[in-house]
């Protein structure tokens, strides 16, 4: 595995683990994961931390991510699309399989709240150049 890949993995019966050394600047907190009822498809909900100034890298998620900005300032660069600022309290969505990046545009530590509906057994987000 290169160590540019973030792996956030299911193991075992429904506890996750964060698999991947902790960018600088960035901390994810794994807050729970459950098979959904749709089958093949799992739930999996993360807390994001940034520093002032970074980005969290290009990456992909085998599925749809729902983000929600606890504190803080972002733009949000999904491929395809325009730049999106959001702002504490303000919601995101960013499609399956579709390349995109977070920056911490504020002056403070920023934290979101990313809830993610993606295939059962691969890797909730992978970075890509």
Do not use: W
């Not at 050394?21 to 807390?47: C, D, N, Y």
């Not at 992909?60 to 491929?79: D, K, M, S």
């Not at 709240?113 to 150049?129: I, M």
Request: aromatic share 6%; charged share 20%.
């Amino acid at each position: 595995m290169k160590a540019s890949t973030l792996l956030v993995c299911l193991i075992g019966a429904g506890v996750m683990g964060l698999v991947s050394a902790q960018k600088p600047g960035i901390t994810r907190v794994a807050l729970q994961s459950h098979e959904l009822i749709v089958p093949g498809r799992m739930g999996v909900q993360a807390r994001v931390e940034f520093d002032p100034g970074i980005f969290v890298g290009r990456h992909t998620h085998p599925g749809e991510e729902l983000g929600y900005v606890l504190e803080g300032e972002f733009e949000i660069r999904v491929e395809g699309q325009e730049p999106k600022t959001v702002r504490t309290g303000d919601a995101f969505m960013v499609p399956p399989n579709t390349i995109h990046d977070a920056l911490n545009t504020g002056s403070t530590k920023g934290k979101i709240l990313a809830t993610y509906f993606v295939e059962k057994g691969k890797p909730v987000a992978t970075f890509v150049n």
